[in-house]
DNA sequence: AACGCGAACTTGACAGTGACAAGATTGCGT
DNA sequence: ACGCAATCTTGTCACTGTCAAGTTCGCGTT
């Protein structure tokens, strides 16, 4: 049971998960402190310890929501009818507009890869990304092209690598997947 | 001058570059801590710091030293003729072959970015891969679409999310780019 | 309606960290 | 040969994550 009620705090587990996103958005992981959530939160040093036992069981929290969030969004793309492109732009959509969520995700040193609630969202995620790609000649190798050139843009993008060009970067990812992937 | 003579110890400079590159290799960067490098070298807790002055002082040296082994690489297939396509291996295989440099390098958080050596180092290495793509319509998307393309390859291939598949990564690298700029 | 069980939170402590200041050691140029 | 300055050590401080023990308080049971 995940479950939070308003005890003394009123809900402490999303409080600080809330925190760690800010937190996170602002310094990056590992810039990220138990007790400095705490503080932000208004609780004693050791309060987010009984939600989430560890450090890394905060990080796998945070990690298992992004998985599920981006899991929706991709399984909502394909409802509605979307190709590889959309996918494309959905995945990098999600990686600039939650970027903390992001930057964990794909940090496995810093969570609990086993947690069950982490493995099943990220593999729906990847089940989504990999429908797009299934009619193709060698679907395996297929995948694995379009994951990495949307994860390739997002993480270049988020690191500040990209930073020259001030176009959208919605468009971009279009723009190119487009000229590879539907020739 | 980051001049390193052999007083005391030998040359302790190197040597904790060396066991950081060890130590990340292994757990992480996050995983890495000053006094635990001092410990490995066998030097006193403080005896790092005179040589990198900070945490992210090594840690800068240490994404430096990427960015120049990079460019380095990429030059030199360059020099050799090398196309697109070789370029992108070339990336793939540092990334593979210096995964604790590589993962520092894209972290930017934890080093200072200012340092005039790495941002040297770092625009010779995006010369080298820009000039791949010079000759396109759009060079500056052709550019980021290589560089993604890759890079995303590179990063999932080294966080371990693309663990189920046992085929060579350069080879992989090699067989979708070549679809995807060659045609 | 009161009571006590257990969840939510606090307090206190411990080992380990990065950073700094001040002292000890030793190679090297003059 | 001598002293300077780079190299390294020792000691300390504030801070962190984690654990153990205490305290508060909502809620179901009777």
């Given at each position: 049971?995940?479950t939070?009620?308003?005890?003394?705090?009123?809900d402490?587990?999303?409080?600080?998960?809330?925190?760690?996103?800010?937190?996170?958005?602002?310094?990056?992981?590992?810039g990220?402190?138990?007790?400095?959530?705490?503080?932000?939160?208004g609780?004693?040093h050791a309060?987010?310890?009984?939600?989430?036992?560890?450090k890394?069981?905060?990080l796998?929290?945070?990690?298992?929501?992004?998985?599920?969030?981006l899991?929706?969004?991709?399984?909502?793309t394909?409802?509605?009818g979307?190709?590889?492109?959309?996918?494309?732009?959905?995945?990098?959509?999600?990686?600039?507009?939650?970027?903390a969520?992001?930057e964990?995700?794909?940090?496995?040193?810093?969570?609990?890869?086993?947690?069950?609630?982490?493995?099943?969202?990220?593999?729906?995620a990847?089940?989504?990304?990999?429908?797009?790609?299934?009619?193709?000649?060698?679907?395996?190798l297929a995948?694995?092209?379009?994951?990495?050139?949307?994860?390739?843009?997002?993480?270049?993008?988020n690191?500040?690598?990209?930073?020259?060009t001030?176009?959208?970067?919605?468009?971009m990812?279009?723009?190119?997947?487009?000229?590879?992937?539907?020739?």
């Open positions: 049971m995940t939070e009620r308003p005890y003394h705090h009123g402490l587990r999303r409080a600080v998960l809330d925190a760690a996103v800010e937190a996170i958005t602002e310094h990056g992981p590992g990220v402190g138990l007790r400095d959530l705490a503080r932000r939160v609780v004693s309060g987010p310890v009984h939600h989430f036992k560890d890394a069981g905060l796998t929290a945070l990690a298992a929501e992004g998985f599920t969030l899991a929706d969004a991709l399984d909502a394909v409802a509605a979307g190709d590889i492109v959309d996918l494309g732009a959905t995945y990098v959509r999600f990686a600039v507009g939650h970027r969520h992001f964990v995700m794909f940090r496995p040193d810093l969570y609990h890869g086993d947690d069950p609630a982490l493995t099943e969202a990220r593999d729906r990847g089940a989504a990304l990999a429908g797009g790609v299934a009619d193709r000649p060698d679907p395996e995948s694995v092209a379009a994951w990495s050139l949307v994860h390739g843009f997002a993480t270049l993008w690191t500040g690598a990209l930073s020259r001030d176009r959208d970067p919605e468009a990812v279009r723009a190119f997947a487009g000229s590879m992937f539907l020739t």
